[in-house]
């Protein structure tokens, strides 16, 4: 008799919840960070001629040579980085987190943060240690300092900005964690193209430090690509988890392609920007709810009785990100997308109407 599968999965797996995706169907839909934008028609029709010629049949370039080198240009990589590509970011955690996995090893984070930093730990059987932020969700420098004492943790994990939060933390605190680090410190860069800082150019700087990106919030989160730029001493190993052919042909061929297009994703990230700064406004306006400001495409938000105004948004037909329960700063919080000036107006009227009814 074969054993049944509680048997034989590790508790810890057991005991995770699987991430679940809502369905979003006939919704405003501003719970995933998503660039509400889709491609100019011109530059649609340059895709689809890329798609019809694609060699479908063949294995992708497993090194992904263009598509690394139409990074480096947009991305501003260093020449002396390395670069390595992933099935989205997440893929590159996983990598990484893997690839560090001695025995009793420990990953260091934010809380809260990325979610996947900690599930992904807890896949590859390693600990997590969560430094908690400030009540006003700013970094407590000396707070990460003493856990990386205490700890000495293989990787330590810092979005910039933060998510769900949407800060940016203090420049020289990153610094200062980056110098004490006893092993690599990985900058999630995820929504660098709504905020004004990066730690790109500082890789010359630090031997230690790994900047990550990604262009999902750039409108090309169905293409599930990933980057992690660092130096080679570090990606060389991180590499060798790397599963054969990862980033599949037609994310190569039209991530490649839409690069081409800088200005348009810039003229993208502008919009955001602008209706992002209008969505705040908005959202301070409406009794009870405090909007927290942000430097990525989303606003954290916190209003009374979550639970009940997230089924009256879904119920008028908004689906947002519901934080309450997540961790104990996200109280009665929300996480809502920066969708397009028409999206952002049906969010609010639905969100007005809820905390009103």
């Not at 660092?230 to 990606?235: F, P, S």
């Not at 599963?243 to 081409?260: E, F, G, I, R, S």
Request: net charge neutral; charged share 20%; aromatic share 6%.
């Amino acid at each position: 008799m074969p054993k049944a599968p509680e048997e034989i999965i590790r508790d810890e797996i057991l005991a995770l919840t699987g991430y679940h995706v809502p369905d979003s169907t006939g919704m405003v839909k501003l719970d995933a960070m998503e660039n509400p934008y889709r491609l100019p028609a011109e530059v649609q029709v340059e895709v689809a001629r890329l798609v019809e010629r694609a060699a479908l049949n063949r294995y992708p370039d497993s090194d992904a040579a263009r598509l690394k080198a139409r990074l480096r240009e947009a991305m501003q990589i260093p020449a002396a980085a390395d670069v390595l590509l992933g099935n989205g970011s997440d893929e590159i955690i996983q990598m990484l987190i893997m690839a560090a996995a001695r025995p009793g090893a420990t990953v260091l984070g934010l809380e809260p943060s990325f979610v996947m930093f900690r599930m992904i730990a807890g896949f590859c059987g390693v600990r997590f240690v969560g430094v908690p932020l400030n009540p006003d969700f700013t970094l407590n420098a000396d707070r990460v300092l003493a856990a990386a004492a205490e700890h000495r943790p293989a990787l330590i994990f810092v979005a910039f900005p933060n998510n769900p939060t949407g800060n940016l933390f203090d420049p020289g605190a990153i610094a200062r964690i980056i110098e004490a680090a006893p092993g690599a410190m990985v900058v999630d860069e995820a929504y660098h193209a709504f905020a004004d800082r990066t730690f790109m150019p500082r890789l010359k700087d630090y031997p230690n430090l790994l900047v990550m990106r990604t262009l999902s919030k750039s409108g090309l989160a169905g293409l599930r690509l990933g980057v992690l730029a660092g130096a080679g001493t570090w990606l060389a190993h991180v590499g060798k988890v790397r599963l054969p052919y990862n980033v599949n042909v037609l994310t190569q061929l039209v991530a490649d392609k839409v690069l081409q297009h800088q200005d348009i994703l810039a003229q993208q990230a502008a919009a955001i920007k602008a209706e992002r700064t209008r969505l705040f406004d908005e959202l301070k306006r409406i009794p009870g709810v405090r909007p927290y400001p942000s430097d990525a495409n989303f606003i954290l938000f916190r209003t009374g009785t979550a639970d009940r105004v997230f089924n009256g948004l879904k119920q008028r037909g908004v689906l947002i990100k519901n934080l309450n329960g997540s961790h104990p700063s996200l109280v009665d919080c929300f996480r809502v997308t920066v969708g397009t000036p028409e999206e952002n107006g049906k969010f609010l009227s639905a969100l007005s109407e809820t905390v009103n009814a």
